[in-house]
């Protein structure tokens, strides 16, 4: 396994997605590899402050002023393929 073929399988290594061979051969270059262990552990937290970020609201006035923003031109070509407004701009819906 190269470090491309390691790094292109860090996210399902670390969902546990990997078959049992796949994961055997990422072990195997990892404990030979130090730049790929600096790099998963780098991932690793990557995730995890990611993950502790959260969901954040856009503010009403914002979402008032995006929504706003969806051109009736727009709107109207999305009409016109029968496609619906709020495809086009799904906050609308919530505006």
């Known amino acids: 396994m190269t470090c ?16 049992p061979e796949a994961v055997r051969e990422l072990e195997a270059h990892l ?5 790929c262990r600096a790099y998963l ?7 995890g402050l ?3 970020a959260g969901h954040a609201e856009m503010p009403a006035e914002l ?8 051109s009736t031109s727009s709107r109207s070509r999305s009409a ?3 496609r619906s407004p709020e495809r086009l701009c799904p906050l609308r819906r919530a505006a």
């Open 4 to 19: 491309k073929d390691a790094i292109a399988v860090l996210a399902d290594f670390l969902e546990e997605a990997l078959s």
């Open 31 to 35: 404990r030979d590899c130090a730049p």
């Open 41 to 47: 552990n780098t991932y690793r937290k990557t995730r």
């Open 50 to 52: 990611v993950a502790r």
């Open 63 to 70: 979402k008032r002023a995006f929504v706003s923003s969806c």
């Open 80 to 82: 016109e393929r029968g």
